[in-house]
């Protein structure tokens, strides 16, 4: 993974236009955020595989950088990408790693099932 | 002291939840030449260290993952792991009887004399918790007398106000290599760890001394 770029990862969200996606998108905090501090407050989300399909698509901010989808009867977004890739299976892996490099949230987009 | 056994069976949900309090006792077991099984339940697929800067993506992670599994079974000298396709952070989720199923199996098939897991309620991670219950769950559908020995990892911050001291503690110096090797075998989620405890380790840091030399487990308490 490297360093968003705003631009290519506009591009890459376009592709996957009007079509029928497969999305991962995960928050996490570690399951051991309040074993470690008791007043920390742990909330997170994860969805693996859900078959969606969108008509615009839009990556916003200026670092760490928002990801919205807009779908015929909903919207998905997420917040805090700093990282990404485009695998050799063409998915679109976005992340979001802390300031100590833990990862924070995951975002991706696939044209196939996630394994 | 370490009790001569028959063969040991350990049950953890992630690569690498045997490395920092158990890789010692496997180490020592195997080195007596008494069998060690250990059944991982999933390979850590929702792990938060990709590296920094990240070398690893969220879906190359467990690819990873399982080769650091093999390499930390190897370095402890583990002939037999055992990899049970589940997925990270969804134990807790999965039908507790099955996976107790899953956990029978393994004992009908293997006859330990001796089983290692986490202790329900005081283990913090939901899938340590759901790993420790199921392997209770199967224990516990064998007759009390003739039932192996359990043994469970704790580290909740209320384990020893509410469990006592660990009763059972083994002196794994004679391990101490393989069990450094297991942990530096998951280089992707130990290495701040290791390089931290390796610097301790070379200062005569006595608390870094004492973990490298005893490991503590508490013997399940039965209610029947
Ligand atoms: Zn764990």
Redo the contacts with the bound molecule.
Sequence with gaps: MQAIEKSEVQKLIDQFLNEDVYIHIETTNG?YATHNDPSFFNASAFIRNARIRYERGNITGDGPFRVGLKMELGWIYGEGLTHYELDEQGRLLMAGLDHTGKLAIAFEISRTPFE | MIENERHVLVV???P??EAFGVSGTIASFVKQGTPVTYACLTL?EMGRNLGNPPFATRESLPKIRKTELQNSAKAMGVKDLRMLGLRDKTVEFEDEEKLADLISEMIDELNPSLIITFYPGYSV?P??EATGRAVVRAVSRIAKEERPKLYCVAFSNNCEEELGKPDIIHDVSQAAKEKLGAIQAHKTQTAFFYDNMAKRLEAKDPDALKWLQYERFWTYKWND
């Design positions: 399951a | 953890f949900p992630h690498d939840d850590g991670h899938d340590h």
